[in-house]
Every structure is written in structure tokens, then in C-alpha cells.
């Protein structure tokens, strides 16, 4: 009886170690998918700032001007830091495509509502 327990330890133990095994690999295939697609990603959304980017900053200010000439200028100040935002935003989608640590959005979004 002691010589089948020792072998079912020992079969559960190799397939413990399989069942280990084929986990590391499939989250290391994970990684490395979830990287590819992050890189093209950020390629996409670079080559668009590149191509596009002028054309949304272009609009929130436009948008901008058209608010303050209605308003008199009484939002100016609002709608200069939503131009700023844009301008940053678009910058850093630009520079996703550099392999140096881009800002993100995000950091743009807080540096333009900080100032």
C-alpha cells in the first residue's frame, strides 16, 4: 500500500511540476503578445498624432476662439489650458513612437491642469 501512495506522490508531483512548467510558458507567451500589440499600438496612435495632430489642435483652438468671442473673453482662461492640454496631448501620442520613455497623455493631461 506504502509502495502506491509513493508512486501516486510521486506521479502527482511530475505533474504538478508539468502543470508549473506549461504556466510559465503561457504567461511568458502572454507577455510577449500583450508587448507586440502595446508596440503596434502605440505606432498607430503615433503615426495618427503625426498625421492628425494639427488638425485637433487646430479645432480646440478654433473652438477656443469661437467660446471667447462670444463670451467676451470671460472663458480665455479655460479655453487657453484646453488648447494647452491638446497641444500636450498630441505631443506625447507623437512621441509614443520614440523608444525613450514618452510621456504619456496622462502626464501631458496633469502638467496642463497643474499650471
Known sequence: MSEMFDKA?????T???QAKDTAANMADQAKETAQTV????KGTVGGL??????KV??????AGDFVNDKTGGSL??????????TDSAVTA????????G???AADAAGKATDA
Do not use: F, I, Q
Not at 49 to 54: S, V, W
Open 57 to 62: 489642435s487646430g479645432a480646440v483652438k478654433s
Open 49 to 54: 498624432a503625426d498625421d492628425h495632430g494639427h
Open 76 to 85: 480665455s482662461g479655460m479655453t487657453d489650458k484646453m488648447s494647452e492640454l
Open 9 to 13: 506522490k510521486e506521479t502527482a508531483a
Open 93 to 100: 501620442a507623437k512621441n509614443l513612437n520614440d523608444d525613450g
Open 38 to 41: 502595446a508596440d503596434k499600438t
Open 15 to 17: 505533474l504538478a511540476d
Open 102 to 104: 514618452a510621456e504619456t
